[in-house]
């Protein structure tokens, strides 16, 4: 057998949980999720835990907030005059926007507060400012 190390190409099953135990995620019941170690495509806690790990291993690692979506960001909390908002839509805490950068990029966020005024828009990831979980499964290596 061969142990992972970054340029492989790797297929993995995963769980992740909240410190609560709550599942956020899972390939459990879907297709392995398969990437290639070194690029940067998954959190860096996540690559870690698979690197030097064997086909059929199993590990379960805790990665904090900083090596996984970061801690909360004030700056990405985002104050806009509720008029701004497309008139057919009624605003909700938790609902889910897009708004455009200067550059025309679309990026995604949350409404976190309303007032009679303005909406809180909240462009952190979902996960930011969470220490996560996961059980990890090595499935194949290429």
Not at 34 to 57: C, H, R, S, T, Y
């Amino acid at each position: 057998m061969s142990i992972t190390k970054e340029g492989n190409t790797v297929k993995v099953h995963y769980t992740g949980t909240l410190k609560n135990g709550e599942v956020f995620d899972s390939s459990k019941e879907k297709e392995p999720l398969e990437f290639k170690l070194g690029e940067g495509q998954l959190i860096p806690g996540f690559e870690k835990a698979v690197i030097g790990m064997n086909v059929g291993d199993s590990t379960t690692i805790n990665i904090p907030s900083a090596e996984a979506y970061g801690d909360k960001r004030e700056d990405l909390l985002i104050a806009v005059p509720k008029d701004q908002l497309p008139t057919e839509i009624e605003p909700q805490i938790g609902m889910q926007l897009q708004v455009n950068q200067e550059n025309g990029q679309p990026v995604p966020v949350r409404i976190a507060d309303i007032t009679e005024t303005e909406l809180k828009l909240d462009a952190n990831h979902p996960l930011a400012g969470e220490d996560l979980t996961f059980d990890i499964e090595l499935v194949n290596v290429a």
